[in-house]
């Protein structure tokens, strides 16, 4: 079953040359089921990029997804025309009342250096994490939301790395039978692009807390909380294959000296066309949430969601 999105929202257009399972609007007014309500907080600078890579991760699962894009603010966003927001974007404040979602994706955000209460945004952050607690059944925190969830949730402050941890890195499956890693390989690849890191003892240790993914240089990549309601993800399952070729290219040209991402591109000479080595595992991460996290505790009645 597909996802279904706006007929006009650029995803569309990308996501069905790409042979993935995507419905208009009004295609979808046909239907007559009761689809999954996923919700997609983007808090990153270039929000149609992201959007694509999100929804083509969720499209592919045999349920029917509806997708509505959040924004914080009427903040005008520099990467993305206003008329795209205006478009197909709902201001939180207008949804918080009147809505109730099975699930909820908060991306990440280019504040990896910026303390928490500093972000500019920071009480609205807190808002909606303690919001997504009544009003969601499942919450995916990516990277930085991860880290700043951990942190407001459960008291886990992060530490800063002297050398940012850019690159593909091999990971470890903690437990084969855990329903969010069913079906991952014993160890697995996976981007990262982060400053920050939680020291994976106090992840362990946490009574609240499972860590379900670990890689030796950057700790956790995959915790969840044991009720399920928060899955956070410090890497990037979601990237593209030449994401991370973007973002080094992009800081070279901004007048860094930034490292070269490892293990990324062949022989470690940027001039070479990366490959994506993680798609399957994040394609199988994000279905695992939406039939396990998700449609599997859903009520059928949103209104129903338990506290």
């Not at 969840?224 to 990037?236: E, L, Q």
Request: hydrophobic share 40%; aromatic share 10%; charged share 20%.
């Amino acid at each position: 079953m597909p996802i279904k999105i706006p007929d006009l929202l650029p995803a569309l257009k990308v996501l069905t040359e790409e042979n993935i399972f995507v419905m208009s609007d009004s295609r979808a007014m046909s239907q007559d089921i009761r689809p999954l309500e996923i919700a997609i907080l983007n808090l990153m600078p270039n929000k149609i990029e992201t959007e694509v890579q999100l929804m083509r991760l969720l499209a592919n699962t045999p349920l029917q997804v509806n997708i509505d894009l959040l924004r914080i603010d009427m903040h005008v966003s520099k990467n993305t025309p206003e008329s795209h927001m205006s478009n197909f974007y709902h201001l939180f404040d207008d949804v918080k009342n009147s809505k109730n979602y099975d699930g909820l994706i908060v991306t990440g955000a280019p504040l990896g250096l910026i303390e928490y209460t500093d972000v500019k945004y920071w009480d609205k952050m807190t808002e909606i994490m303690d919001w997504a607690k009544k009003h969601v059944q499942s919450t995916i925190y990516l990277c930085w939301a991860a880290h700043a969830a951990l942190y407001h949730q459960h008291g886990l402050d992060r530490g800063l790395r002297e050398q940012k941890l850019s690159g593909v890195y091999k990971h470890k499956t903690i437990d084969p039978l855990e329903p969010l890693t069913q079906g991952f390989d014993d160890f697995f690849l996976m981007p990262h692009s982060r400053y920050a890191e939680v020291p994976l003892a106090e992840l362990e240790a946490h009574p609240d807390l499972n860590v379900l993914a670990t890689c030796e240089e950057g700790g956790a990549f995959l915790i969840a909380s044991k009720d399920r309601r928060s899955v956070f993800i410090t890497g990037h399952a979601e990237y593209n294959a030449t994401t991370l070729a973007d973002e080094y290219w992009r800081d070279v040209n901004n007048g860094l000296d930034p490292a070269v991402p490892e293990n990324y591109f062949p022989d470690d000479n940027p001039d070479n066309l990366p490959a994506n080595m993680w798609r399957s595992h994040g394609n199988l991460l994000y279905c695992n949430w939406l039939n396990h996290y998700v449609y599997q505790a859903t009520p059928f009645d949103l209104s129903q969601l338990s506290v």
